[in-house]
């Protein structure tokens, strides 16, 4: 996105060269979940409060600094619950990293025993063609064995570079958003 429609859709300051994503609040708890009654540092955020975080995080450039800023219409400021929010927001983003970065070593092991299973199959399709004395059940085995071993070793690839990069690009930007600076601002 070009920086002129970004700064249309984003507050920018020269000062802090940041972008600024404005959220309105009516209270500290309005950033969790309504289904989530654990304490502030360890609640799930709203699901739609996240997608925008994580959208906004995909259209702002990653070169480019970003600053969430809370605006809370009908509270009185509390530093101690800023700081349990701030703590809970982080915890969540923490734990989606570790979350995503799980299941991309569960693809990796699963790559690795689609390629051993893909070379297995091309092996023993190398060998068991000269062995039946049948050249049609030859010819079927064999070249079955040898689509079986491609199939595998292209679930290798699709998973590689299709699934494993794009939850690689997932944690970037949730890294990106637990490291970003959050303010609050009262009405």
């Not at 297995?120 to 039946?132: K, Y």
């Not at 085995?141 to 939850?167: D, P, R, T």
Request: charged share 25%; aromatic share 14%; proline share 1%.
């Amino acid at each position: 996105m070009k920086e002129r429609e970004l700064k249309k859709l984003y507050r920018f300051s020269k000062q802090e060269n940041s972008y600024y994503v404005d959220i309105q609040l009516d209270d500290y708890r309005d950033a969790y979940s309504n289904w989530d009654y654990s304490p502030f540092s360890n609640r799930d955020l709203d699901d739609d409060l996240f997608d925008y975080l994580i959208s906004c995080s995909y259209e702002i450039p990653r070169q480019k600094n970003m600053i969430i800023q809370f605006h809370l219409l009908n509270q009185q400021c509390d530093i101690n619950r800023e700081q349990k929010t701030l703590e809970g927001i982080y915890n969540f983003f923490e734990y989606r990293i570790r979350k995503i970065k799980n299941d991309r070593i569960r693809l990796i092991r699963n790559t690795i025993s689609f390629l051993i299973v893909g070379t297995v199959l091309l092996i023993v399709a190398n060998f068991t063609g000269s062995n039946i004395a049948n050249s049609f059940l030859n010819k079927l085995l064999s070249e079955g064995l040898v689509i079986g071993a491609w199939v595998m070793i292209w679930e290798v690839f699709s998973i590689w570079f299709f699934k494993v990069n794009s939850l690689s690009n997932r944690i970037r930007h949730l890294k990106r958003l637990k490291n970003t600076k959050i303010v609050f601002s009262y009405n």
